[in-house]
């Protein structure tokens, strides 16, 4: 997006569609979309929904893909917007760096804490768009814990066994950018 406009075009166009649709409608509006290429072609994209003869596992990641995705380049881009004209990204360039120093050790340090800093916000959105799309694609995953399960004993351990890899991610994601910039994160 930094070095090539037509790409950055191509990706905002593609974005400013894609950010008008609600996140609960892109599950419908993509399962709506195989079948009628199904329809019309004879030919099954992805399994959509899990059977016993069947396993839905390559088209639900991609439509799950799809929230975090949008919104991380609508983040990057509103960063990089912000970082460009920076004052200390100009006077880099007055003194002369080439254009990949300046992004690589100016804009690329600041733009990883903006980013990491909302990654948390963009993990939650896509994890409650999960429970969703595992009932509307019958697939045995959490949610079926959390809504078939009534003890708390279960509800407990399913909560744990997600907030501890995530919790965990975020711990060394802030250390390896608290060693990379020397600031640290919030």
Do not use: C
């Amino acid at each position: 997006m930094y070095r090539f406009p037509f790409f950055d075009r191509l990706l905002s166009h593609t974005n400013n569609v894609l950010s008008v649709v609600p996140d609960i409608f892109y599950i419908p509006i993509s399962i709506t979309i195989v079948i009628l290429i199904y329809q019309h072609t004879g030919t099954l994209l992805f399994a959509i929904a899990t059977s016993q003869s069947s396993k839905a596992i390559i088209f639900p990641v991609i439509v799950l893909l799809v929230i975090p995705t949008v919104n991380s380049i609508i983040l990057l881009k509103k960063l990089m917007e912000a970082e460009k004209v920076s004052t200390y990204v100009e006077f880099a360039r007055s003194k002369g760096l080439y254009e990949h120093q300046v992004f690589a050790n100016h804009i690329m340090r600041n733009l990883m804490m903006g980013y990491l800093i909302n990654l948390k916000q963009i993990v939650w959105i896509t994890l409650s768009s999960l429970l969703f799309l595992e009932r509307v694609m019958n697939i045995f995953g959490v949610s079926v814990f959390i809504f078939e399960y009534n003890s708390p004993v279960v509800l407990f351990i399913t909560f744990m066994l997600l907030y501890i890899p995530i919790a965990l991610l975020f711990g060394m994601t802030q250390y390896v950018v608290n060693h990379i910039t020397g600031r640290r994160m919030v």
